[in-house]
């Protein structure tokens, strides 16, 4: 038998211990990712055509009130990998935020077009997220149950400035939380396991 064919078939378990799949997995999450960021930009130009809202304007107060408004959560907060913000938890949040996203882009969707592409990414990435969290054999994430729950941001959208108020801001907080990911699959891809038995 063929040992390339063998060693598909038999799929096994990989290591935690050897970087090299773990790897592999971040970057084609970060390649994916930079490719969101890009996409956002050009979203944004595309489908925010008030005047003063771009991805890089400052926001005033009025504008972050709007934030709870519309009822727009925060995205989880990712931090850098230690003994407290441990791979597993880091890895839950990336999930947990990137389908924040796909369902506020859905909210959006039906009152915007040109958000589509965006969401299929989105479902990509979680795809290579879910990935990254079988290579290093992490557990599945436990859910909270308000993550199963539809952004209470559609009954909000009354009018085209609400409309436009909530894609600049959701774009805008994808493209935080997508900077946030980069640096974390950064520190997942560097990560290595204590050994087992050490303090």
């Not at 890009?38 to 009130?65: F, K």
């Not at 999930?95 to 882009?105: A, D, H, M, N, V």
């Not at 909270?144 to 909000?156: G, H, I, T």
């Not at 085209?160 to 997942?188: E, M, P, W």
């Amino acid at each position: 038998m063929n040992p390339a064919i063998d060693f598909l078939q038999s799929a096994p378990v990989v290591s935690p211990s050897d970087p090299e799949p773990l790897r592999e997995a971040v970057e084609r999450a970060k390649t994916l990712v930079d490719k969101i960021l890009r996409d956002v930009s050009i979203v944004h130009s595309a489908t925010v055509t008030m005047e003063g809202l771009t991805l890089d304007s400052a926001h005033p107060t009025n504008l972050q009130m709007m934030v709870t408004s519309l009822g727009i959560p925060p995205a989880p907060v990712l931090k850098p990998l230690s003994e407290h913000f441990t791979l597993d938890v880091c890895v839950s949040r990336m999930s947990s935020g990137i389908l924040l996203y796909q369902r506020l882009l859905g909210v959006l969707s039906d009152r915007v077009s040109g958000l589509s592409d965006l969401q299929a990414d989105l479902r990509d990435l979680q795809t290579h997220v879910a990935t990254v969290r079988e290579v290093a054999q992490l557990r599945d994430p436990e859910l909270d149950e308000n993550q199963n729950q539809r952004p209470d941001l559609a009954s909000r959208l009354h009018g085209n400035y609400k409309v436009q108020i909530a894609t600049h801001l959701t774009l805008t907080h994808l493209r935080s939380f997508c900077h946030d990911l980069i640096r974390s699959l950064r520190g997942v891809g560097i990560y290595k396991p204590r050994p087992a038995g050490t303090d």
